[in-house]
Every structure is written in C-alpha cells, then in structure tokens.
C-alpha cells in the first residue's frame, strides 16, 4: 500500500465528491456496515477512515507500524475507506474499539485495498453521464419516510426498474437478507449471513417448505467441517520440516475471529435428486503456539504464530429423493480455497 497518485488520487476523502464517494463505498461494500456488517440503506451510512483521520501523529504512526503500513500512507485514500453507520460511528461503536487489535484492522484494510479499483472507477466514471447520474443519486438520497416521497418511488420506480431490466434481466433483481446463529464450538456463537437473490429465495423455499428442513439445520451439519478445514488450514501455515533454522511444527489453533458470509444459494434437480449449494466466503484469525529447534542447536524455541485466513467456499446437501424428516442424504464442504497470510514472532 503506497500513497495515491494520478488520475486515483482524485478519488479521496474531502476531494468534493464525497456524495459519489460515499455512492460507491456504499455499493462495493454490499450495501452494509462494515463494522457490524449489517445492511444499512445509503442514507444511514457515512464515510469512516479504518487508519482514524483524527488521531495525532505519534499513535497514527504506531499503528501504521503495526500494520505494516508506510509512514506517507494516505488516509483519506479508497484503500483506507469504508462505508459505517452512525451508531458504529460513534463512541459506544468503533470509538470504543482497541484498534491495537492488527489483525482485525488488517482484515478491513484488505478489503479496502481489493475493493479500491472499482471504487476509483465507479467515481470517476460517475460524471460520464453527470445529469443521468446526478438523478440517481438524488433518487437514492431521497428520504422515505417523506409521504411524498414515498407515494412518487410507487408511482414511478417500477418504470425505472423495467428500464433496467431492459439493459440486464438479472440488474432488476435485489437482494435480502437473513442472520442464522449457530453454536460450533467457538468462545460465542456464530451469525452466518445468508445474501439471498431470488434464485436464492425459491431454493430455501424448496428446502425449506418442500423438503419441511429448516436452513439452519442443514448448514448446521456443513459447517463444522468447513471451521475444521480452516483451523487445519492455519496450523499447516506453520508446520515446516524444511523451514529455514529448522523444522517447525504447530499447535491446534486459537480461534480468535470468525466471520462467515453465503453470498449465492442456488439447486439443481435431476429427477428425483435435489443438489443444493452454498456459496460463499469465510475470514478467520488464529494464534497458535509454534516450536522449533533452538537456534543453538539445544532444545527447543517456543514461537507465537498469527494467522489471517480468507477463502471461499462451496457447501453441498443432496437429497436423494424426499425422505421422511427431510434431512438430506449428503451434506459436505467439497469447495474451498484459501488465502493465507502467516506472522511468527520470537
């Protein structure tokens, strides 16, 4: 992560297009908080710097350090902006976080730093067609809880909504939400979010009222061994036989983080077999106690290792035909992939 600069450094905080700034966040982010994660309309969202803009100048280059950050590193740049809430905003939310906590920032910066091509996009390409644009954005910037407001979007948004359905069928789709809880073990219980479109709301509906077994149960058979996989995942960061000074071989994690996001719920029918699939991505942070002979050549070293683990993954649960509670016949994690990045400190 470097400091901005051509065309991208007009895209930042305070460069007045804050409103489109704020528009592009808003969307590249899914419509959500980035702090609590919840979905959050365009008008109950604002801009946060993840590296605070406010902070003086000694604990701001204490925490670039430990974010393995340059010292020169823009603040008001799209890799250290997110959309948040107002309640997240304030001194009961992330004012009141320890954001000594690296790994939970570096996860935030991360995504920042991924999502910051089409943020620099989306804003420069905003004033292309400016007067279509502009429309738009007073459109959704429109408070609802205005009658007239409200009466002129029934009015006048499903001709808006066939237009672009014109352009492509599936931009005329939307989006809901629902949160299932599930205890698998961790130090508190897991809210798994499930991003439904419609393809994804007639498939729970298939397994939920045709097939009578609630999503919660069958994603509770799935997805311990997807939590398995990704604590196996981590403690192999560190088991090494060829690692330099030494072979090194890991404990079993801690797991200090885990954030689990299904963003496509699809099915497939052949015949009498129902295949359901549960896409989506998984964020884990671990630590775990790491050994190594000393570098002396006399007994041993005890390291701590850190880990940041993203991926996505793939659930499936089959049903072989209808049954008679509706479970399914097959449930597994055939799909995932990780991305891992591994810290060991002496």
Known sequence: MVASSGLAAMVRYGAGKNPVLRLALHTLWGQKCYWCNAPKDYNDTQIDHIIPRSQCATDRAALLHA????????VDDPRNLAPICA????SAGKGAADLSDTPMLLRKLRQADALRPKVIQMVTEFGNS??????????????L?????????????????QKLAMLDESLADYHTSRIVEFALGLSEPLEV?????????????????VYGRPVIEVLGEGLPT????????AQAEFNDESAEGGPMYAGPPTT?????QIDA???DRQGPILDVSFAGTFTGSYSLSVVQDSMDGIGLDELQGDVELTGRFTLRATWDGPTNDGAPDIVDCDEATWDVEGYLTR
């Open 226 to 233: 997807l939590i398995e996989l990704a604590q196996a995942r």
């Open 67 to 74: 974010c393995r950050l340059p010292a020169d590193f823009d």
């Open 256 to 260: 200090h983080f885990v954030e689990i």
């Open 87 to 90: 309640p997240c905003n304030g």
């Open 145 to 161: 809880n205005d009658p007239r407001a409200r009466a002129a979007f029934t009015a006048h948004a499903p001709g808006v909504v």
């Open 265 to 267: 719920v699809d099915f």
């Open 193 to 209: 979010e499930l991003l439904l479109n419609a393809r994804g709301r007639t498939t729970l509906t298939i397994v939920e009222d």
């Open 130 to 143: 400016r007067r279509t644009a502009e429309s738009l954005l007073r459109a959704i910037e429109t408070d």
